[in-house]
């Protein structure tokens, strides 16, 4: 009780001053943190849109998620597994040292090891010092999107990791944080000022970026001030009251009012990622289960049941509020993938088939799960896991909801320890590759599966993943693809819900770029 105390005191506490007068501070908030400043310990999306502020890729997004130039300023595909890039000369480490090749071959091979960034360094191979501003990739195999991978991959300095003993990367499975847990050194538009996990995260703007003189750096803002605050009815309030200038997530119950609002603007726009619950289907036991020696399911008619006992349209307008887009495809953005339209039918919404599946299945009289879910990660996340739980119950499933903050939670999901939970999952490679090989393939020891929490396996939709990866003929990938979804469907491997709409507020006056993948970019951002 006296922590709890605590946090609430200190989430009503007003903002220290850390930048002079002048200075124009963007000062904003949401319900969790930043997992860790280390840039290849986790591949979380509100994680990494803070560390990109500090550490850049090769190749960066732009407004409209296209591919631009950033520390390379040339690529050059010079034979079937090969690319060359050429590096932007000039720039400084936030420490005042210069960028060369040995960092960018140095952070490959540290990303290609990490338990969370492997999926993307992995793919593309060898990379190989050709001079001081020049670097070759050779890829195992033919890649079709070789430069996604090289773009998700953030820059560490070597001298600065072997200075500070973390040329490893992070487990975030691991409790004792290392240097790069709480330090961050890198080459990007701001430099880290303090992090104080819980409370507060200051930044401050890079006056020596590269950026600068390619007017990359569109806003007037000097100071960054990231405040984590759980409850939502806080966040407005400080908003409100001009204590803040933005928050990334408001609760949609409020939007139709804080639209009335003229004091604050809210922006909405679609999200690419894709929100599903995740099913243990390789332990002979259920965990967190009251059935003991087998595991229901492992049963394809069990997970069809809960399937269609879900009332999406339910979920999305009393949950949701309309700000969803219910799906049949679990992957973040189908769209421009060739994904046809068909394959996006849900299972219908039918109790008594449900029922009789269970029946059928030898649970005529259902039986008990937990249900682990995140608190403040997703937009209603345990809203959502309490309405799914309500609607298992009609067809006899006595589901327990275990809800917690997004730091406890992302420690477990890489044991695979729960029997079912949520997951979220957005990319901005985009392409149904960076979902399919992490999140649907079983695992191996290339990294593929590291994140398919319900640890299920399926020869045939890894062929179908291991052949769409190689190929290089369009047509023939989007078939490959496409197939890999019917699969998945057809198994009920996992249940997917829907994409978000997502909603942010700011005062009126502040001027944001609201991208498809949820990141906050403060050097686009302009406060009155």
Known sequence: MKRIFALLVLATLPFTATAPAWAKTLRWSSQGDIATLDPHGQDEGFTKSNQALVYERLLLRGKDMSLQSGLAVEWKNTGPTTWVLKLRKGVKWHDGTDFTADDVVFSFERAAKSKQYRTYAQPVGTAKKIDAHTVEFTTPQPNPV????ISEVPILSKAWAEKNNVVAAQDPSVKEPTFAVRNAMGTGPFTIVSYEPGVKTVFKKNPNWWGLKEGRFTSNVEMVEYRPIGNGATRMAALKSGELDFVLDPSVQDIAQLKQDKALKVWEGDETRIIMIALDQARDELLFSDVKGK?????????????????????????????????????????????????DKRLPLDLNAAKKLLADAGYPNGFGFTLHCPNDRYVNDEKICIALAAMWAK??????????????????????????CMQGWGSNARDAIFTLKPV??????????????????????DKLIAAAEVEMDVKKRNALINDAVRVIQKETLILPLHRQITPWVSRAGVTVVHRIDNWLVPHWTKLP
């Open 146 to 149: 070789t430069l996604t991978n």
């Open 295 to 343: 595991n229901p399911f492992k049963d394809r008619r069990v997970r069809q049941a809960l399937y269609q006992a879900i009332d999406i349209n339910a979920i999305n307008k009393t949950v949701m509020r309309g700000l969803s887009r219910p799906t049949a495809i679990p992957l973040p953005d189908p769209k421009g993938e060739g994904i046809e339209p068909a394959l």
């Open 440 to 461: 649907l393939h079983s695992l191996n020891d290339k990294g593929w599966g590291d994140t398919n929490y319900g640890n299920f396996k399926s020869e045939e939709l």
């Open 395 to 420: 067809i006899g499933l006595k589901v327990t909801v275990d809800a917690m903050p997004k730091a406890q939670y992302f420690q477990r999901t890489p044991k695979k320890e729960f029997s079912a």
